[in-house]
């Protein structure tokens, strides 16, 4: 039974690194992956469980046994603070992914639109059953416009130079606009989140500028506070 469970933690263990890569090969979307996860966390608890139980019933009797069962309980706490960790961030966040630093006037996409596909999440700043803008400033309240003191056009030279400097790929520039457009690929997933940056003179304020930017993901119902970490990281970049 206690090598059973051993091989089972292991199992368990390996249930990350299989999502992963069988969802950066293509063998699966990200539901399956996700799906895969769900069981190994199942799996993990499962075995901690009757690992801990196995010890306590053997640990006399049937010492090899017990050393096994605490490998395995070992092993699978791996999984469980690893999944858990990432369970907790989304219980602290709410279910969104779409950030904007202006929640009246959300900044708009352009060529974008056209390359991210069919089965990405909507592009309206808006979500079901609830208010997007109240549930973002709850959450973000320190994401908002920037009014910069500094001409347009110095101030959308300077939002391209960050934008460049995060290693954001950028999609588009069109300065009469004041938009620039860029695509963030997440380092482990490799998932991709898209951003644009409105630049415009402020109508009420001579000589201020507004510098709004919007991060979207084009994946999963939560970011897990991606994006506006990604927003507050360019503001605090553009402020130095």
Same mark, same amino acid.
């Given at each position: 039974?206690?090598?059973?469970?051993?091989?089972?933690?292991?199992?368990?263990?390996?249930?990350?690194?299989?999502?992963?890569?069988? /969802?950066r090969?293509?063998?699966?979307?990200f539901?399956?992956?996700?799906?895969?996860?769900?069981?190994?966390?199942?799996?993990?608890?499962?075995?901690?469980?009757?690992?801990?139980?196995?010890?306590?019933?053997?640990?006399?009797?049937?010492?090899?046994?017990?050393?096994?069962?605490?490998?395995?309980?070992?092993?699978?706490?791996?999984?469980?603070?690893?999944?858990?960790?990432?369970?907790?961030?989304?219980?602290?966040?709410?279910?969104?992914?779409?950030?904007s630093? +202006?929640?009246?006037?959300?900044?708009?996409?352009?060529?974008?639109?056209?390359?991210?596909? %069919?089965?990405?999440?909507?592009?309206?700043?808006?979500?079901?059953?609830?208010?997007?803008?109240?549930?973002?400033?709850?959450?973000?309240?320190?994401?908002?416009?920037?009014?910069?003191?500094?001409?347009?056009?110095?101030? /959308?030279?300077?939002?391209?130079?960050?934008?460049?400097?995060?290693?954001?790929?950028?999609?588009?520039?069109?300065? %009469?606009?004041?938009?620039?457009?860029?695509?963030?690929?997440?380092?482990?997933?490799?998932?991709? +989140? +898209?951003?644009?940056?409105?630049?415009?003179?402020?109508?009420?304020?001579?000589?201020?500028?507004?510098? +709004?930017?919007?991060?979207?993901?084009?994946?999963g119902?939560? %970011?897990?506070?991606?994006?506006?970490?990604?927003?507050?990281g360019?503001?605090?970049?553009?402020?130095?």
């Amino acid at each position: 039974m206690s090598k059973v469970l051993k091989w089972l933690a292991v199992l368990s263990a390996l249930g990350f690194p299989l999502a992963l890569i069988g /969802f950066r090969i293509g063998l699966y979307g990200f539901g399956t992956g996700f799906q895969i996860l769900n069981y190994t966390f199942y799996l993990a608890l499962i075995v901690l469980i009757a690992g801990l139980v196995v010890f306590v019933l053997h640990r006399r009797a049937k010492p090899a046994s017990g050393r096994n069962a605490v490998i395995a309980v070992a092993i699978s706490l791996i999984p469980i603070v690893g999944l858990g960790i990432q369970v907790y961030v989304a219980r602290t966040v709410p279910a969104i992914h779409n950030i904007s630093t +202006d929640v009246l006037n959300p900044p708009g996409f352009d060529a974008i639109v056209a390359i991210r596909g %069919d089965s990405a999440n909507p592009l309206a700043y808006s979500i079901e059953n609830g208010n997007l803008a109240e549930l973002q400033q709850a959450a973000y309240p320190n994401i908002k416009t920037m009014n910069v003191s500094a001409s347009v056009q110095d101030s /959308f030279d300077k939002a391209l130079g960050v934008a460049q400097s995060l290693g954001w790929e950028i999609v588009n520039i069109n300065e %009469d606009m004041g938009i620039i457009e860029a695509t963030q690929t997440t380092t482990l997933w490799q998932f991709k +989140d +898209d951003i644009v940056i409105r630049v415009q003179a402020d109508s009420e304020t001579p000589n201020t500028t507004n510098v +709004d930017l919007r991060s979207v993901s084009r994946v999963g119902r939560s %970011d897990l506070g991606a994006n506006a970490k990604r927003i507050q990281g360019f503001k605090d970049q553009f402020n130095r």
